[in-house]
């Protein structure tokens, strides 16, 4: 399977983003919010099959030495395809000299310790919303 890589806001469908987010039961917001966060970020990959858009992720960062991860996200039928590793080493190599940080969903670990990400123990975190972070598993 070949799959189209898109590294631009231009042409994306964000209410597609929007319900891929929710189908894969990752924070999700009204399309306009996340167009604003895509375009607002460093780096940002769009995978297609085709016209379809299935996956996505974008990168945070000074462009020098830190960056953080947000929104790798891939339809349910396509996982397990390499997909998610594609969209991880594409926003890598575009930050060669970076250190990434993320937060993954409960349960999505194990496919970041595969891409060499480790467990800090310093991670720390500040929500708006902080019960519902508790409940869904990202903070004790």
């Not at 945070?60 to 030495?65: A, K, P, Q």
């Not at 953080?68 to 891939?74: E, F, G, K, S, W």
């Not at 594409?90 to 940080?101: E, R, T």
Request: proline share 2%; with cysteine.
């Amino acid at each position: 399977m070949d799959f189209i890589l898109k590294n631009d806001c231009l042409n994306i469908d964000w209410n597609c983003v929007s319900q891929t987010l929710r189908k894969v039961g990752m924070a999700n917001f009204a399309a306009d919010i996340h167009q604003k966060a895509f375009e607002n970020s460093h780096t940002v990959v769009f995978v297609f099959d085709e016209e379809k858009l299935i996956g996505f992720g974008r990168a945070i960062s000074d462009g020098v030495y830190q960056a953080a991860l947000y929104d790798i996200a891939v339809l349910p039928e396509y996982q397990g395809k390499g997909i998610g590793r594609m969209i991880i080493n594409n926003i890598v190599k575009s930050l060669p000299m970076c250190n990434f940080i993320l937060y993954a969903s409960p349960g999505k670990e194990k496919f970041y310790e595969r891409l060499n990400f480790r467990k800090m123990n310093t991670g720390m975190a500040l929500f708006q919303k902080a019960s519902d972070m508790t409940e869904k598993g990202f903070t004790v």
